[in-house]
């Protein structure tokens, strides 16, 4: 189960990846099975670890006060999630994270993980490309949002995340874009027309 893990960490960082760094990594991750609509997170719980996603899929979202769920992030393999406010602040989470679909994980505390920080080069050095590329991605996600018409932000998550498409269901996409499920079939057909 660790070796997807293993690989991921591989492939985002330069420095080797020791024999005692793997032991380090396979104690400190905790494997977790959670069935489809099961809970990692519940808004109000503070955010207690990390976790990579080795099997399945995930999403977290809020619901506002009428009752809507808002998509927040949608992950699948080899992709992380977490409520990272939380997580770093020990603050109550805003969010919900479950599983679409049955999930296998493996999970971090924030102690562990600055701890393994702290022993292992490669993890140090993947952890702070995973922040970059966290904080490029939220900021294009947020010119998306308040720049980009429906059609370009369509067209971007289709060229960006195909894989989701087989994945996540419509109303679950057309929430993350911050469109209406009628809006997304329409620029569906535009974009498919091309």
Not at 66 to 87: A, C, F, P, Q
Not at 98 to 123: G, H, K, M, Y
Request: hydrophobic residues 35%; charged residues 25%; proline residues 4%.
């Amino acid at each position: 189960m660790y070796e997807p893990l293993i690989q991921y960490i591989r492939n985002h960082s330069t420095s080797p990846l020791t024999d005692e760094s793997i032991e380090a990594i396979t104690k400190l991750f905790v494997p977790k099975k959670i069935r489809k609509k099961q809970y990692l997170l519940q808004e109000g719980e503070v955010c207690k670890y990390s976790a990579f996603i080795v099997k399945g899929a995930m999403r977290q979202y809020t619901v506002d006060n009428k009752g809507v769920e808002h998509i927040v992030h949608l992950t699948i393999e080899n992709w992380w999630t977490l409520d990272r406010e939380s997580w770093v602040m020990l603050t109550p989470s805003n969010y919900y994270i479950d599983a679409w679909e049955n999930t296998e994980l493996l999970l971090i505390t924030r102690a562990d993980a600055v701890s393994l920080v702290n022993q292992c080069p490669a993890f140090n050095e993947m952890i702070r490309l995973l922040d970059e590329r966290n904080n490029i991605a939220t900021q294009k996600r947020l010119t998306s949002s308040i720049s980009f018409s429906a059609e370009k932000r369509y067209a971007d998550f289709v060229n960006c995340h195909p894989d989701f498409l087989q994945r996540f269901p419509q109303h679950l996409i057309a929430s993350y874009l911050g469109i209406t499920k009628d809006t997304l079939s329409r620029v569906r057909k535009q974009y498919q027309k091309r």
